[in-house]
């Protein structure tokens, strides 16, 4: 459950913050592939490469994936106005195309016996384990680090404050001086840096090579728990636990109840929809319009 934690958690704080400024970044998932891409070329283009530098490189070529591919949308919504939702959702096709055509062509493994998987990573490549006899990786303490900064720069910094009145009071924004097209950029910005982070963490982690099956639906599935956390980075904290505990039964349901694929994300999605349902009820409440004084019933 630690294992699948990690991921969820990383994912899950960056567009956060987008959600709270309004910027609904929904292309984690293309994201995280384009950070496990960049991470992978490390071991792929330096093979027999040594030393304990080259998983931290890999984190950062990763993040750095990320935040390249979410400047795209980025870009498109400040100079276009283009749908954030929409570009980044078919965006994230676009990474799971180029992930097919490098391990069915440049990166795939020659001695792979003709699989789409790239070569194994070297030893050094592959994240510390932080628990002895699992494979719970240093990803989990990058993940928490992550969630510590983000409760910081929301709750304490003045740009986590700009970000939340920009999504609150867009046209008091504004009038403040605060620029939207620096919101949108920076809200991005950070989804894609965290969805990439936690993309190369998969790779260099339980993976350990970049593979087809790397795009497991963690990008969406941090959106459901983004939103089970209130949005608030505590709150995500415990959604990514609760989350990662229902993947584990999926799973186990698969194999002891014959169930398909579908019904975990069936349970996911009702889940949102009723959590959603609950917020909206204890928020608002129905009134029913009163006639007025005088008037026929």
């Known amino acids: ?16 913050i987008g959600y709270r400024a309004k910027v609904f970044n929904i292309g984690a998932e293309g994201q995280f592939v384009l950070g496990a891409i960049f991470a992978s070329s490390i071991p792929v283009w330096f093979p027999i490469a040594q ?18 591919w979410a400047a795209i949308t980025a870009f498109w919504r400040v100079r276009f106005n283009a749908s954030e ?24 493994d020659p001695y792979g016996f003709n699989f789409p998987q790239s070569v194994m990573f070297q030893t050094d490549a592959i994240l510390p384990i932080l628990i002895p006899g699992t494979r719970v990786n240093v990803s989990l303490l990058v993940a928490l680090a992550l969630s510590g900064a983000a409760f910081l720069f929301m709750q304490r910094s003045f740009l986590g404050y700009k970000l939340q009145v920009g999504g609150l009071a867009p046209r008091a924004a504004s009038y403040a001086g605060f620029s ?3 919101a949108i950029w920076l809200s991005l910005l950070i989804g894609g840096l965290a969805a990439g982070l ?3 963490a998969e790779v260099a982690g339980p993976v350990g090579q970049l593979q087809r099956s790397i795009s497991t639906g963690y990008g ?33 349901a698969m194999v002891s109840a014959n169930l398909p694929l579908a019904i975990v994300r069936v349970f996911q999605g009702s889940f949102l929809l009723f959590y ?12 029913w319009p009163r006639p007025a004084p005088g008037a026929r019933a």
């Open 85 to 108: 939702i929409l570009v980044s959702l078919m965006l994230s096709f676009v990474a799971i195309q180029i992930l097919n055509y490098l391990l069915l062509g440049l990166w795939k």
């Open 220 to 252: 969406y599935t941090a959106i459901i728990v983004a939103y089970l956390g209130g949005l608030h980075p505590l709150g995500i904290l415990a959604a990514s636990f609760v989350m990662a505990a229902i993947s584990i039964g999926g799973d186990n």
């Open 180 to 182: 939207e097209g620096r």
């Open 276 to 287: 959603l349902c609950a917020v909206t009820f204890a928020r608002y409440r129905f009134e």
């Open 1 to 16: 459950m630690l294992l699948k934690t990690g991921p969820l958690l990383l994912i899950a704080q960056g567009p956060a």
């Open 51 to 68: 030393g304990p530098w080259i998983w931290p490189a890999l984190l950062l070529l990763g993040a750095l994936g990320g935040a390249l």
């Open 198 to 200: 936690a993309g190369a």
